[in-house]
């Protein structure tokens, strides 16, 4: 489950943009960045912006698109919530492997404002306070 509003951020630049308000957030990869970017860096790229941002409620899911392997080696390293396709090979096992770690595997991403696009960083702050309106009122986002 998603507690907060889902920002996709592309970097570190990207993950210090959607803290900066100070309202919750789920910083969510681009899809399938598990698979071309990697766990490792997906893992220092959260690091980082919590250091910056330690107050700020925040969590983290790493895309791996229909990427099994590199699911299961995000979860080697600690990073344990993921969207994984349900068509992925070995997605139950995926899954049973998060829910011990405490963390979860989605089977797609949930709705998000991708930074990328064009105008995003001027809609963040009402994403934030909207969305989070929105889990306010029917207890989590789903």
């Avoid at 979860?104 to 960083?121: K, N, R, S």
Wanted: aromatic content about 6%.
């Amino acid at each position: 489950m998603v507690l907060y509003p889902a920002v996709i951020v592309h970097g570190l630049a990207d993950a210090r943009a959607a803290l900066a308000p100070g309202l919750p957030v789920a910083l969510l990869s681009a899809t399938g960045a598990g698979v071309y970017a990697g766990c490792l860096w997906w893992r220092e790229v959260v690091a980082q912006a919590h250091a910056e941002y330690p107050a700020v409620p925040m969590i983290d899911i790493l895309d791996c698109a229909d990427g099994s392997g590199q699911a299961m080696a995000a979860l080697r390293v600690g990073v344990g919530r993921l969207v994984l396709w349900r068509n992925a090979p070995g997605w139950s096992s995926v899954e049973q492997i998060a829910l011990r770690q405490a963390g979860f595997v989605l089977p797609e991403a949930p709705a998000a404002l991708d930074l990328a696009a064009h105008g995003a960083m001027r809609q963040l702050p009402v994403w934030l306070q909207v969305r989070s309106a929105i889990r306010d009122s029917d207890g989590g986002l789903r």
